[in-house]
């Protein structure tokens, strides 16, 4: 363990905000996650902050974040049905998450065909944090999909 990944993952409990946020990168760093799905990847800033976490245990190199959202495809309908923020261009969520050194697999539409379709890539998964849309529909969708 990185003496300085381990006072970034400090510095980041003790101010993170909302403070909610702050059990999820606990979960990263307790399991010692390296393979991450966040369901909801928005502008990435959580993302970069569980590789963060989960460069603590191990090389950065190694730690895999999957992500999924609209990006670009959410509709207005779609945004005032699931509850939801529009979402950066993917390009510019892949753009910060590749400057971590990570590996980096984004995913673009809706989850109840992204998830099964990417099931293949999805194994030994340590993490997996469902934050996109809102609606009960999609979000029984996400759980069970997962």
Request: charged share 25%; glycine share 6%; proline share 3%.
């Given at each position: 363990?990185?003496?300085?990944?381990?006072?970034?993952?400090?510095?980041?409990?003790?101010?993170?905000?909302?403070?909610?946020?702050?059990?999820?990168?606990?979960?990263?760093?307790?399991?010692?996650?390296?393979?991450?799905?966040?369901?909801?990847?928005?502008?990435?800033?959580?993302?970069?902050?569980?590789?963060?976490?989960?460069?603590?245990?191990?090389?950065?190199?190694?730690?895999?974040?999957?992500?999924?959202?609209?990006?670009?495809?959410?509709?207005?309908?779609?945004?005032?049905?699931?509850?939801?923020?529009?979402p950066p261009a993917q390009?510019?969520?892949?753009?910060?998450?590749?400057?971590?050194?990570?590996?980096?697999?984004?995913?673009?539409?809706?989850?109840?065909?992204?998830?099964?379709?990417?099931?293949?890539?999805?194994?030994?998964?340590?993490?997996?944090?469902?934050?996109?849309?809102?609606?009960?529909?999609?979000?029984?969708?996400?759980?069970?999909?997962?």
């Amino acid at each position: 363990m990185s003496v300085a990944a381990w006072l970034r993952y400090r510095a980041l409990i003790a101010t993170q905000r909302p403070r909610r946020y702050r059990e999820l990168f606990r979960t990263v760093y307790a399991t010692k996650a390296r393979r991450i799905v966040e369901i909801g990847t928005w502008n990435g800033v959580h993302a970069r902050q569980m590789i963060a976490t989960a460069a603590v245990h191990h090389p950065v190199h190694a730690v895999c974040y999957f992500g999924f959202d609209l990006f670009e495809a959410l509709t207005d309908e779609a945004l005032a049905r699931e509850f939801s923020k529009r979402p950066p261009a993917q390009a510019e969520v892949r753009a910060l998450l590749e400057r971590t050194r990570a590996q980096i697999r984004l995913f673009a539409g809706n989850t109840r065909d992204t998830l099964p379709a990417a099931a293949g890539e999805l194994t030994d998964i340590d993490v997996v944090f469902i934050d996109g849309g809102h609606a009960e529909a999609t979000v029984a969708s996400d759980w069970g999909n997962v």
